[in-house]
């Protein structure tokens, strides 16, 4: 009868600290969406980005920008996976464009897009759910290639 009882209150107990650590971290617990991308982490390299999540935001992109610093970009966040093909119209500026898959995996790079290339549009035949605008040549310059693996930071 005694070791019932003692089974019964560690259960109990174990069961309140449960209940309480449950509570105490769904209190304090923040899920990390997409949106709060502050970093696109590519081999050693951090890139401060700006993103855009929106249809609006995406059909703007860079465009209007009169330049963008070496370690900064534009990260667009589909919603699910497709082929993402993208222009230069109204761009001021080179820039290098990186298709990433769901698997944070670099598919394609289309290195020194110019403004002058408006006419054509640019894009892997795989699907893709982010792309990552970057200066020209900072591709090249951080040795970035398909199959390397993307890192989001917050």
Do not use: C
């Not at 982010?130 to 290639?145: Q, R, T």
Request: zero cysteines.
């Amino acid at each position: 009868m005694n070791k019932d009882k003692t089974s019964s209150f560690v259960i109990v107990i174990v069961f309140l600290a449960l209940a309480t650590f449950f509570l105490a971290y769904n209190g304090t617990y923040k899920k990390i969406q997409e949106e709060d991308i502050k970093y696109v982490a590519l081999n050693e390299t951090k890139i401060k980005v700006d993103l855009a999540t929106t249809e609006a935001e995406q059909v703007k992109g860079l465009s209007g920008r009169e330049s963008l610093n070496e370690k900064e970009g534009m990260l667009f966040i589909f919603d699910r996976p497709g082929k993402h093909y993208f222009w230069m119209k109204d761009m001021n500026f080179p820039i290098d464009m990186i298709w990433i898959d769901e698997d944070l995996e670099i598919i394609y790079i289309k290195k020194d897009a110019k403004p002058d290339d408006f006419l054509q549009t640019f894009g892997p035949d795989e699907d893709t759910k982010y792309v990552l605008e970057v200066v020209a040549g900072f591709s090249d310059k951080n040795n970035f290639k398909e199959g390397d693996s993307v890192r989001f930071a917050y």
